[in-house]
């Protein structure tokens, strides 16, 4: 499917949009001011952006964790404020503050990142089912990285997914490492959508660094499942610029690499391709560009803003236990 100017344009904002977001996020973990992990996104945010720009907003998402599903949730059309005080311990975050990056979005239909690796095979299929029920052409886009395709549980929910036809797009955010392990040492084959033949759904690779290509595949994927037509496996072929979370030795991210890899991977920087395409190509000129970088910055600053304006959380003790539903 070819994309037209308008949606290439929205793509490209979201990216920018994506890009800074993981930037000030990065920052403020350097700087003290998150609570808990954070896993970098740097180099790494086409895919989370591809997939989710053209989303509806019945349609279920379960985002990576990498850059903490920023770049899926923004594409979808989620106001990130409350995710950001959510990060800082703040009672304004989507979880009062209780979770760091274990948040949900239920209006969204975005409920829980895990910090379970693969927890979301399983409630995929759940709302996958439901939406199958509605008829009313949602979709559930199931994004995760290559390393949680070792779970078993990943195998139940492809092979059912395909006996009961359900609109689930299985998106893998291929970056070919899982913390310290390449995905060359944790998987047979070079491609993990060849696991897709096993079921007989059918399986597409992009490059995961070219934020329209992943948006052209993903949009016949939704399509197919919009359609009633069954379940795709998407595989985006994407970077890991930096360590597996800030604080983690480096011993396979960015300082391990030799110069020439170095030069090689900024040149794959997402941002760095989709401005040059849509320069060479006339979608956008420099002051466009400008603009929405602009607009962008804006944006940052009033989340941050607000984040920093909030309380800490602080519940009182008979509070503590009114969310915590296996007490
Ligand atoms: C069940 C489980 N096993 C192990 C971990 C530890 N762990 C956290 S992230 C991660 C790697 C995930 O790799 P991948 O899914 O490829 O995503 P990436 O971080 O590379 O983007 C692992 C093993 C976990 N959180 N949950």
């Known amino acids: 499917m070819s994309l037209d100017k308008e949606q290439m344009v929205t793509l490209y904002r979201n990216l ?3 890009d800074q977001a993981a930037k000030m996020m990065y920052r403020r973990m350097m700087q003290g001011k998150l609570i808990g992990f954070y896993h970098p996104a740097e180099g790494a945010i086409a895919p989370g952006v591809g997939a989710c720009s053209f989303l509806h907003q019945d349609d279920n998402l379960a985002p990576h964790h990498r850059g903490h599903g920023i770049q899926h949730m923004m594409s979808k059309g989620i106001d990130i404020k409350t995710y950001l005080a959510e990060h800082t311990g703040k009672d304004t975050g989507c979880c009062k503050g209780r979770s760091a990056f274990h948040f949900s979005f239920p209006e969204h239909k975005v409920y829980m990142m895990s910090g379970f690796i693969g927890y979301n095979f399983a409630p995929v299929l759940g709302w996958g089912w439901a939406a199958k029920q509605r008829k009313q052409g949602q979709v559930v886009m199931n994004c995760s990285g290559d390393g949680s395709y070792g779970q078993g549980r990943a195998h139940e929910s492809m092979l059912m997914a395909m006996n009961w036809k359900l609109p689930i797009i299985y998106f893998c955010e291929n970056n070919g490492m899982a913390i310290h392990s390449s995905a060359a040492e944790m998987h047979p084959t070079e491609d993990i959508s060849s696991l897709a033949q096993g079921y007989g759904m059918p399986a597409v690779i992009v490059d995961g660094q070219d934020v329209f290509a992943i948006a052209e595949v993903v949009e016949a994927a ?15 072929k994407t970077l890991r610029f930096a360590e597996h979370d800030i604080g983690t030795p480096d011993l396979r991210g960015w300082e391990e690499r030799s110069d020439e890899e170095r030069e090689e991977m900024r040149q794959r920087e997402p941002v760095t391709l989709a401005t040059t395409r849509v320069l060479d190509e006339g979608i956008l000129n420099q002051d466009e560009i400008d603009q929405i970088i602009a607009d962008a910055e804006t944006e940052i600053a009033g989340i941050e803003k607000f984040a920093d304006e909030s309380d800490i959380a602080r519940p009182p003790e008979a509070e503590l236990l009114a969310d915590v539903f296996a007490p």
């Open 16 to 18: 920018i949009r994506s």
């Open 222 to 236: 939704v399509e197919r499942a919009r359609a009633d037509k069954g379940p795709t496996f998407v595989e985006a």
